[in-house]
């Protein structure tokens, strides 16, 4: 059991292909069999934070206050596109209670961005790049510096949409032009065009998506503080240890001198996956001042600076012969990335979710003088799975097919890029248990002839996700001579319930009480290295790792009850903290008793997750179901209900994971039918910089939500046998909702959000208002 060997291993981190040479256990831990009764595992159990948290004693990085803190904040380019031709702070420098101001005149240039840009760039590519940043006594004092900071912009011809952009007279935000990487990416199995010959009907249409914000609960905060020449940070991320690594290398110190910690978190859903400048400035902030400096990002920050999900405009185009086979499809989109590098392309799921032979793909990322994209939930699958899913349905329509029998009879057993066997694929029994929920008979047939001004219709939508994780992932368990556990693991817990099931593992390893088990995450100081939580891959990478450990605690004490009670290791049995002889019970010794005759306080074991099985595709799936009432008096869509069934593999607690299901789905209507930010177009200005004006989802516009996992364990991928759901959750509930939307009024939204003018728009010119 102890000690780990070095092995070749992948996973996907969202749609990144990572191969890894990881330390992974020597010998794999025995897997929980799908039919071995759990304890603790796969129950309800309340999360183990969750009075720190409604009691608001948990400590959020915004909380933190040190002695002596001064407060920064940044100011922004008030132009789309523009270049610094002079800075002044001399001014500012000189009000009462300004500490520092740092620019690109007087900072190294820090290369960020993939490095097409720096830390404090004087090429500001849009309206909220960062120009300066200033350290006072308050956050007040420091906003009133950086109106005193004069700068000289030479303002540039600017371009905030994608179409505009990729025209060969626009603005250039780079000397290579506004295409990412210069082309298309293209993907291509068989042949598309010939695909198309031999169809009965050949369908085209174009859905288009707006951008979203994350706009998460908690701000994007920083606080840096320097003992000598070590630095400390606490930083709200999705990634402790990259925020480590990217500190160490901006300031050009050594990773071991970096601390970076995290232990709660108001949500990031990929806007706080990669590295913040706001944390790099805080910390060169605070070795100037020598003091320790806190940042957090407002509002409006938070709507123009950290990150968004990328639009899109997509054609696809099918081949498809009257029995419903697909011959062929064409995916061809382009969607705007902002400023910097980041992903536009949406076509995953159009390449492998249906079995087609022949497939074309051409995705364009395209700068603009707009924020960064980032990654957000399921980047890619959510604009995607709207425009596919809602294709599928037309399709369906246009051969006389039921949409769900449809999906049925394009059903594929493999993945179709990779040509590999999935671990394990439940999407028919998730199809099933979903259109039961729901009553799928219950749907209008034809689409749009429930009768009144108020229809009601239902539809749904079919998701595909990796989230099978991977290594490297380690966790120290630490037992200590009372029988009470500490687990350590470098994840972080965005609000997913991580320190929950950690402490589920363990405690159903060791059988051990939750409430003598502690979890320490997020701390890169003091825990073994995990990866990035993105991708729902947190819970299949972490979990095994702790198996794993413990499963090492549990051999260690065997084994020093084997030479106390002087019986083979053979012959023995641990149950409840007791190890005991099997033959003769009597002859037995507890946790406490073999670590004091060990004279031991503790003893400790590090677990590692272990490789993902050769020769297979790790995916999760799921499908929803959505009832909406469409009012065709005034255009407004109410979602009534929503039903999600899911491929998770096996389920470590069901309150987590309700609570993910429910997150998703709010976030998808939020994404659906209102949020999106707007830009004016002459003058580059975002409008919606607030959380009035980006419109969310209310407690007024929540649905009912059912929801149901349909797996076991995926033994092939873990010993614990978990996939991940925080994206899956979030995929396809903007598909469903438009297929119910469709189903109710008998007319296709094919642009998201679905907001009241565009339903009364489309209803006007198919002649079907009331
Ligand atoms: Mo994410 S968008 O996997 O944080």
């Avoid at 054609?315 to 969607?335: E, F, I, P």
């Avoid at 539809?459 to 996700?465: E, K, R």
């Avoid at 899956?728 to 109710?744: E, F, K, L, S």
Wanted: some cysteine.
């Amino acid at each position: 059991m102890a000690g780990q060997k070095i092995v070749k291993s992948n996973f996907f981190l969202e749609d990144n292909f990572l191969e890894t040479l990881a330390e992974v256990p020597a010998k794999e831990v025995a897997a929980w069999q799908p039919d071995k009764k759990l304890e603790i595992i796969g129950t309800p159990v309340s999360r183990i934070d969750g009075y720190d948290k409604v009691s608001g004693t948990a400590q959020y990085t915004f909380d933190v206050i040190l002695p002596n803190m001064a407060f920064a904040k940044t100011l922004r380019c008030p132009h789309p596109h523009a270049q610094i031709k002079s800075i002044d702070t001399s001014a500012a420098l000189n009000h009462p209670g300004v500490l520092a101001i740092i620019s690109h005149k007087n900072t190294p240039a820090i290369p960020w961005y993939f490095n097409t840009s720096y830390l404090f760039d004087p090429h500001l590519r849009y309206l909220g790049d960062e120009v300066a940043c200033a350290a006072a006594e308050s956050e007040e004092i420091a906003a009133e510096a950086l109106k005193l900071i004069n700068v000289e912009y030479e303002t540039l011809p600017f371009v905030p949409d994608a179409k505009k952009a990729m025209e060969a007279n626009a603005p250039k935000l780079y000397e290579q032009g506004n295409i990412q990487g210069g082309k298309p990416s293209v993907y291509q199995r068989g042949d598309a065009e010939k695909g198309f010959k031999e169809a009965g009907e050949v369908v085209e249409d174009t859905f288009t998506t707006q951008v979203a914000v994350h706009n998460t609960t908690e701000v994007h905060c920083s606080v840096a503080n320097w003992d000598g020449d070590r630095l400390t940070v606490w930083d709200s991320t999705q990634a402790v240890f990259s925020v480590r690594d990217a500190l160490a290398q901006s300031l050009n110190i050594p990773a071991s001198k970096v601390r970076v910690i995290k232990k709660y978190m108001g949500g990031g859903f990929g806007s706080k996956l990669a590295p913040g400048k706001y944390t790099v400035m805080a910390a060169i902030l605070a070795r100037q001042i020598g003091r320790p400096v806190k940042i957090a990002l407002d509002r409006k920050e938070m709507n123009l600076a950290v990150g968004n999900r990328p639009d899109s405009v997509q054609t696809l185009k099918a081949g498809v012969k009257k029995d419903g086979t697909l011959t062929a499809l064409s995916h061809r989109s382009y969607g705007t990335v902002g400023s910097h590098p980041s992903g536009a392309g949406c076509s995953w799921p159009f390449r492998t979710i249906y079995q087609c032979d022949n497939v074309y793909v051409e995705e364009y990322s395209v700068f603009t003088n707009a924020g960064p994209g980032r990654p957000m939930r399921a980047p890619g699958h959510v604009q995607g799975t709207f425009a596919l899913e809602s294709f599928i349905d037309e399709l369906a329509e246009k051969i006389g097919m039921d949409p769900l029998e449809f999906r049925l009879k394009n059903y594929t057993e493999k993945d179709q890029v990779f040509n590999l066997p999935y671990t394990s694929k439940r999407l028919r029994e998730a199809y099933k248990k979903g259109a039961e929920a729901i009553g799928w008979q219950r749907r209008s047939q034809p689409a749009g002839s429930d009768p009144g001004p108020v229809k009601r219709g239902i539809g749904m939508a079919t998701q595909i996700w990796w989230g099978g994780g991977g290594p490297p992932a380690y966790a120290t368990i630490r037992l200590n001579r009372d029988s009470s556990v500490h687990v350590l693991t470098g994840t972080q817990d965005l609000g997913t319930g991580t320190y929950t099931y950690i402490a589920q593992v363990a405690a159903e390893v060791l059988e051990i009480p939750l409430e003598k088990i502690t979890v320490t995450l997020g701390d890169t100081g003091l825990c073994p290295y995990c990866p990035s939580s993105g991708g729902s891959v947190t819970a299949p990478s972490v979990a095994p790792a702790v198996h794993h450990a413990a499963e090492q605690i549990k051999a260690k004490l065997i084994s020093g009850a084997a030479a106390l009670l002087e019986l083979p290791e053979d012959q023995l049995l641990y149950e409840k903290g007791v190890v005991s002889s099997i033959k003769d019970p009597t002859k037995k010794i507890a946790i406490t008793d073999i670590l004091s005759k060990m004279q031991e306080q503790e003893l400790i074991a590090t677990g590692a997750r272990n490789a993902n099985p050769k020769g297979y595709a790790i995916n999760t799936f799921g499908a929803q179901f959505a009832e909406v009432t469409v009012d065709t008096e005034t255009g407004k869509v109410k979602v009534l209900k929503v039903v999600a069934a899911n491929d998770i593999g096996r389920l470590l607690n069901w309150k987590t994971a309700e609570n993910q299901f429910h997150g998703g789905i709010i976030q998808g209507i939020g994404f659906a039918l209102m949020e999106q930010r707007i830009i004016d177009q002459a003058t580059g200005k975002v409008l919606t910089t607030n959380m009035h004006d980006y419109k969310m989802p209310t407690v007024m516009d929540m649905p009912e939500i059912e929801a149901y996992v349909v797996s076991e364990a995926d033994t092939l991928i873990s010993s614990v046998g978990a996939k991940g759901l925080g994206e899956p959750a979030h995929i396809p509930t903007a598909g469903a909702i438009a297929n119910a939307v469709y189903n109710a009024i008998g007319v296709r939204i094919k642009s998201l959000p679905i907001t009241p003018d565009k339903v009364l728009t489309a209803l006007h010119q198919a002649r079907r208002l009331p």
